[in-house]
């Protein structure tokens, strides 16, 4: 079957680094996309992998290792507006989405 | 760019009506949009697919003649949940995948979802 883990639940302190992991196994590969939803409101994007390697964007970050079914997110110098859910989606050999259950991202002070 | 409205964002009715919820792609032309359903602290659930003049395709367990899509146009598709029951409550948001260039090709658009409640 398809197979989306990423962590339930991250504490951080406002100002520090986040990382964010997502392991997945899917029926082929399309990409796998970063989203960050806050409470209430539809997912934003934030980030498209298809190749192996960091993609950075600001304060935020992307790695994907296709050997591996691995990518992380890493989140820079955290401020409380990040505190949000991460969803992790892997695009399968369909096109389609599968979406992992989400981080639940908590920033204190 | 890459821009998705829905309306409305907010509806509330009565047990047995109907509710139709507008999804448009405002700056790029979709060739598929997705419906999803939310549930609280619950993740996305993809209810079908809708590509541009063709049936939508649905996901197993959702019932297609209660939830009747229509994507008329590269810009527009609608979710119309018919009989509404206080079941059906949930955060419904659209989704859109493009053909302007090669980031809206491979990258999901989300509208800003709409709140269904049902009495």
């Known amino acids: 079957g398809q197979n989306i883990d990423q962590p339930t639940e991250m504490t951080a302190t406002e100002g520090a680094i986040v990382q964010i992991n997502c392991t997945y196994q899917?029926?082929?590969?399309?990409?796998l996309f970063w989203y960050q939803q806050h409470a209430g409101e539809a997912p934003t994007f934030l980030s498209y992998n298809v190749l192996d390697g960091l993609e950075e964007k600001g304060r935020f970050s992307s790695f994907l290792s296709r050997s591996k079914g691995y990518s992380y997110l890493l989140l820079k110098e955290l401020q409380m507006k990040d505190s949000a859910s991460y969803l992790c989606?892997?695009?399968?050999?369909?096109?389609?989405?599968?979406w992992g259950a989400g981080t639940k991202l908590i920033i204190k002070p | 760019g890459a821009v998705v409205s829905q309306h409305p964002s907010r509806v509330i009715c009565k047990s047995g009506t109907s509710v139709k919820i507008e999804c448009r792609s405002l700056?790029?032309?979709?060739?598929?949009m997705f419906w999803y359903r939310q549930f609280p602290k619950q993740s996305l659930m993809l209810m079908a697919t809708s590509n541009e003049g063709s049936k939508a395709t649905y996901e197993q367990g959702v019932e297609k003649d209660k939830f009747l899509i229509n994507h008329a146009s590269l810009t527009l598709s609608t979710l119309t949940v018919t009989s509404a029951h206080p079941e059906d409550s949930s955060f419904y948001i659209c989704?859109?995948?493009?053909?302007?260039?090669?980031?809206?090709?491979?990258?999901?658009?989300f509208g800003p979802g709409t709140r269904l409640l049902v009495l």
């Open positions: 989704s859109a995948r493009g053909i302007s260039d090669r980031r809206t090709q491979e990258t999901q658009y």
């Open positions: 700056d790029f032309q979709a060739t598929t």
């Open positions: 989606a892997v695009m399968d050999s369909n096109y389609q989405l599968i």
């Open positions: 899917t029926s082929g590969f399309n990409g």
